[in-house]
Each structure stands twice: as structure tokens, then as C-alpha cells.
């Protein structure tokens, strides 16, 4: 089964200055996709950004960034020019490849609380 | 944007009660998702719903628990009779086929007592 690790519980961070989360996972699969959801005090699940396994280059959206190194299964975020409003919970997040059963299904880690001072 | 509509947003409820959470997905999407969220821990998955039945389940989705999707629009998750630990917000979730954003619903909260 496919595990997802997140060892930071808490991080914090200078409003703009960077910061990297960190993500470890487990699988056998070679094919697969992975996430960065933000929660919020609300508790809404908000998607950062994304990657498929297959591609080599990182993925990028804005402020946000990864760090994806296929053979270590290492997975991190990068937030460049922190700002208030980044402050949350950070869950990443695993997906099989394909479709149906289980395939389609998020495996997350524990979360990283990160805050950022103003 | 599309989005995903749970309702209601907060419930309580005694325990040994049934509860029915309920959910409208985005119109066009295929699969459908129950997560669930005890309060400081990790998102845990449910179960997933695709072409009218359940495709997958976790070992957390027993006996007591349901899901249904009645009429092609909602998309409801029962538990029949609740437990102190069913206490968690719960999030329905959606998406097309593919690699395709999941979209999340803003989640219930359901407390137990």
C-alpha cells in the first residue's frame, strides 16, 4: 500500500521570504500523480498544484513550486515570497494512475502547519 | 468555477441517531468521493462511487455506512447509527475521468454527542 509523509508538523516563515515543505511516499507504482492541497482555518481543500509522475520537470503555479525527485520519492513545495494569507495546513497528497477502484483515490500525509509572521 | 455543495454545513446529532450528509457534484463529473477529517489528523478516504456503485472502500467505511447517489444529482453519505468517533468533518468530492482536478466540497461537520 502506498504511504505519504509529511516529517515536518509545523513550519514557519518571514512574510516574503521562502519556505519548502517537505513530502516523502512509499509505492511500487511508476506511474502515478501527486499533490499539495492548502487547508485553511475554514477547512476548505484548496489545491495548490500538481504533478504527474511521468514528467520530469517540476511543476510551477505562481509563488509555488516543486521539487520532485522521482527516485528518492521525495516530493516538497516551495513558496517563494510568503504571504499572510499562506498561512494554513499543508496535506500532500498521492494518486494512483487510471481509473476506477482504487486508482482514483487521494492518500494523504499528516499535514505541516505552517505561519507566517508578518 | 465549478463547485462542489454539501449540506448542511454543520450538524449535530445524539448518538445511536442516523445521519444522511448530503452533496451535489459538479454536473458533468463521474467519480465521487467521501472523505472524512477528525479534527488535528489527516485526511482519511471513505469511499468512491463511479457508474452507480461503490468502487472502492477504506476499512473505516463498515457496516453502518452508506452511500447513494438517488436521483443523478445528489450524492449522500448515511451512517445509521452514529458512534462518538463518527465525530469529523466530512468532505464530498468530484471529478471527470482522467487526470483531472478533484474538487472538493467545503465539508460538514458533524459532531456526535
Known amino acids: 500500500a502506498q504511504t505519504v509523509t509529511q516529517s515536518q508538523p509545523e513550519m514557519s516563515v518571514q512574510e516574503a521570504e521562502t519556505v519548502t515543505l517537505s513530502c516523502t511516499y512509499d509505492?511500487?507504482?511508476?506511474?502515478?500523480?501527486l499533490f499539495w492541497y492548502k487547508q485553511p482555518p475554514s477547512r476548505q481543500m484548496i489545491l495548490v498544484i500538481r504533478?504527474?509522475?511521468?514528467?520530469?520537470q517540476n511543476a510551477t503555479e505562481n509563488r509555488f513550486s516543486v521539487n520532485f525527485q522521482k527516485a528518492a520519492k521525495s516530493f516538497s513545495l516551495k513558496i517563494s515570497d510568503s504571504q499572510l494569507g499562506d498561512a494554513a495546513m499543508y496535506f500532500c497528497?498521492?494518486?494512483?494512475?487510471?481509473?476506477?477502484?482504487?486508482?482514483?483515490?487521494?492518500?494523504f500525509g499528516k499535514g505541516t502547519k505552517l505561519s507566517v509572521k508578518p | 468555477e465549478p463547485e462542489v455543495t454539501q449540506t448542511p454545513s454543520h450538524q449535530v446529532t445524539q448518538m445511536g441517531q442516523e445521519v444522511i450528509l448530503r452533496c451535489v457534484p459538479i454536473?458533468?463529473?463521474?467519480?465521487f468521493y467521501w472523505y472524512r477529517q477528525i479534527l488535528g489528523q489527516k485526511v482519511e478516504f471513505l469511499v468512491s462511487?463511479?457508474?452507480?456503485?461503490?468502487?472502492?472502500k477504506s476499512e473505516i467505511f463498515d457496516d453502518q455506512f452508506s452511500v447513494e447517489r438517488p436521483d443523478g444529482s445528489n450524492f449522500t453519505l448515511k451512517i445509521r447509527s452514529t458512534k462518538l468517533e463518527d465525530s469529523a468533518m466530512y468532505f464530498c468530492a468530484s471529478r471527470q475521468g482522467g487526470f483531472r482536478k478533484l474538487f472538493f466540497g467545503s465539508g460538514t461537520q458533524l459532531s456526535v454527542l
Open positions: 509505492t511500487s507504482e511508476s506511474d502515478y500523480y
Open positions: 497528497a498521492y494518486r494512483s494512475e487510471g481509473e476506477g477502484g482504487s486508482q482514483g483515490n487521494l492518500i
Open positions: 454536473s458533468n463529473h463521474l467519480y
Open positions: 462511487f463511479y457508474n452507480n456503485e461503490i468502487s472502492e
Open positions: 504533478q504527474e509522475a511521468y514528467k520530469q
